[in-house]
């Protein structure tokens, strides 16, 4: 067959290539910058930090000697929620300023839909350099999903011990978390005491124990790891960020995930039993009908995760102060957030459980404002969701249209936020792209917080619903639907509302 | 080296030896991997957990081409006068004696298994407690270790008797075999998609 494309053909097609351009420079001519010169982004998150466990947020703890202290000269915002209960739908709605039902990225491991692979934190502050790293490899799916619109994705084994686990991840690029979880389970004996490999297990820990131990006395029980490779620390991932914050081009658009204090709580020896027998007793809650831990381990986790959130603490003051002494912070926006919390009560440990009680969901949010020197307190109720139209709004870039969250107080024109339902959600078991049949949801409305699980096994019928009132009782330990049933019939219909549009485009 | 291996095996004889190469160390995996299974699909997806299991069982696959390799070089230390067939059925009751240890070893840690109270309070009374233990490893392996040899070499009936279990374990090894390809088969997808 005649090739029909000639030279000619292909001059008038390179002709039109500037129009691709017109619609970025169409949304700038909507939303033009601010004066001045641009301003960094950074936006650092800790993984499975509640907020419930930060001393900040008045826990009895001083988890964070280090973060209240600087906090003096932040934004803190004492109600926050994350999108969902783990990595995947939390660091989702972050990044994207979406809710996990609109970005689909709800299921373990998972990946947002399609149009959300170009809507993003990276794409929507579209004229900073972004740069981006992850310790933990279900973040670094989304971040690989986000790679066209990141200009430095900074490989996640980098900031790790080498071990032959890197060699696996850099093997199997495109699948390195599964991948490396079966090398961990062929080569390292579990805590049973087990491995699929009968000679090669002893030969590789030998190995890799040695790799170690200069650094096994700073880290007693073991170094902080995200159990598929052998270890890293967080100053060598400060030290490594530094090095880059401060040689790459400006504007950036920053996003760092650490995953401390995610479980194995493995603390710096620094802090090792800094809260033994502290007296600290928390309020005891009943047993949930989601619970599957023992309660005898319940306040020893939760020991160990306060003292893992100490070395947090720690490593962001110090990073604080470096990056104060470089002098970035007097042009960088500074957002320090988690991508959802965990739990030490009614007989529920870690963030895998279906229930979404506040110490999962509810995570800190502090905004270091460049030139700031006062503290200031916001006690609205604010999303995951919101912090990519803030950051945008706030180093004049456009928001983008498609985000659902809203620009955050005292950053809005209005002086309060606008009534509103906020909602997290958890559908591991449900069909990605299915209507929901199976999943736990929260909606926060005026106050008031709506808990709403169907479809487990656990709730069978209509599902299970209860009602807390969090400004008289944060700790949900009264359970209102019965009590005011009117309030309840009303946020559930509304909720139902809401997940009936959701279905929508999957019936 | 090359000449070495000629003159001590025929194809026939590697391909055995391969295969009995394979067994341990795939069932040891299978076990294992199917053992997991549930416990992934509760913390991440049906997928994931088959991407473990194919993961596993190719690894495992590399792990036995490596022990297959050690165990040929290691019968170029066997007598020359032995028939293939003779070195072949000792290095595989070399590695099936290993191969149960290395079980054990794993096995008493699942299990919860323990030196009696009274034996580790003698060792650690000694002063060298991990001498102690080394010494009390051996004084147990080398009997499970000389005994087979020993009736190996001296009884006529051990060969064919060995010989005919490797021939019944040939059937399971070509199995873990096909279900290398598949696991390798989707591992590429997984890489791919």
């Known amino acids: 067959m005649k090739n029909q494309f000639n030279r000619r053909d292909f001059l008038k097609l390179a002709s039109l290539l500037p129009l691709g351009m017109a619609p970025r420079l169409l949304r700038s001519v909507n939303n033009p910058p601010q004066q001045g010169k641009p301003q960094n982004v950074l936006v650092i998150v800790f993984d499975a930090w509640s907020a419930y466990n930060v001393s900040l947020y008045g826990y009895p703890r001083n988890t964070t000697p280090n973060i209240d202290r600087l906090a003096s000269r932040a934004i803190r915002y004492h109600n926050h929620f994350a999108g969902g209960s783990f990595t995947t739908p939390g660091t989702a709605s972050l990044l994207t300023g979406v809710l996990p039902w609109t970005h689909r990225a709800f299921d373990l491991n998972g990946k947002v839909a399609k149009p959300f692979v170009s809507r993003n934190f990276f794409s929507a502050l579209q004229n900073h350099y972004g740069i981006a790293y992850t310790h933990n490899s279900w973040a670094n799916t989304l971040l690989r999903q986000f790679s066209q619109d990141i200009d430095e994705l900074i490989p996640r084994e980098l900031l790790m011990i080498p071990s032959t686990n890197t060699f696996i991840t850099r093997l199997f690029t495109r699948d390195d978390d599964t991948s490396a979880v079966s090398w961990e389970r062929n080569t390292h004996l579990s805590d049973d005491g087990s491995a699929y490999s009968l000679f090669l297990s002893g030969l590789i820990e030998n190995l890799q124990e040695k790799k170690i131990e200069d650094l096994k006395p700073l880290f007693p029980r073991g170094l902080p790891t995200s159990k598929s490779d052998i270890g890293f620390t967080l100053e060598r991932a400060r030290e490594y960020m530094l090095g880059r914050l401060t040689s790459i081009p400006q504007p950036f658009a920053g996003y760092f995930h650490f995953l401390p204090p995610h479980n194995p709580y493995n603390t710096s020896q620094k802090f090792i039993n800094y809260f033994n027998e502290d007296g600290f007793l928390p309020i005891h809650k009943p047993r949930d009908i989601f619970a599957t831990s023992q309660k005898s381990t319940l306040q020893n986790d939760r020991r160990l995760y306060d003292e893992f959130v100490l070395y947090c603490d720690d490593e962001f003051g110090k990073l604080y102060n470096s990056l104060e002494k470089s002098g970035l912070l007097e042009n960088t926006w500074l957002v320090l957030t988690s991508d959802h919390g965990e739990m030490f009560e009614r007989d529920i440990i870690g963030h895998i459980s279906d229930v979404l009680y506040q110490p999962v969901v509810r995570v800190p949010l502090l905004i270091f404002e460049p030139g700031r020197t006062t503290g200031m307190d916001v006690h609205d109720y604010t999303s995951a969701i919101d912090v990519l139209p803030t950051l945008a709004h706030v180093s004049g870039e456009p928001i983008p249209e498609w985000s659902e969250g809203i620009i955050l107080p005292p950053f809005a024109r209005q002086s309060q936020i606008p009534e509103r339902s906020l909602y997290a959600l958890r559908a591991v078991k449900n069909g990605k792209y299915a209507p929901f049949t199976i999943g736990s949801f929260i909606q926060v409305r005026g106050g008031y917080k709506l808990h709403y699980y169907f479809g487990y096994s656990q709730t069978p019928g209509d599902g299970l619903v209860r009602l807390y009132d969090l400004n008289s009782d944060p700790e949900e330990m009264n359970d209102l639907a019965a009590l005011k049933p009117e309030t309840t019939a009303e946020l559930l219909h509304e909720l139902k509302a809401k997940l009936k549009l959701v279905n929508e485009p999957y019936l | ?193």
């Open chain 2, 1 to 193: 080296m090359i000449h070495s291996i000629t003159s001590k095996y025929n194809k026939q004889g590697l391909w055995l030896l391969f295969l009995m190469s394979v067994f341990p160390q795939h069932l040891w995996t299978l076990i294992f991997a199917f053992r997991d299974i549930s416990w992934l699909i509760d913390r991440t997806n049906v997928w994931d957990a088959i991407g473990n299991t194919s993961y596993g069982m190719v690894y495992a696959f590399f792990e036995s081409l490596l022990i297959f390799g050690i165990l040929a070089l290691l019968g170029l230390l066997t007598p020359s006068r032995w028939e293939v067939n003779r070195r072949v059925a000792f290095l595989t009751l070399l590695l099936f004696i290993t191969s149960i240890w290395g079980m054990v070893s794993q096995l008493l840690y699942l299990w919860n298994i323990w030196l009696p109270f009274p034996l580790m309070q003698f060792i650690a009374s000694t002063g060298r407690p991990l001498v102690m233990l080394y010494l009390f490893s051996l004084a147990v392996v080398v009997p499970t270790v000389s005994f087979p040899v020993f009736a190996f070499v001296r009884w006529n009936k051990t060969l064919p008797t060995l010989l005919d279990f490797m021939d019944r374990l040939t059937t399971l090894s070509m199995l873990y075999l096909f279900f290398d390809v598949i696991g390798l088969i989707i591992v590429v997808i997984r890489n791919i998609s």
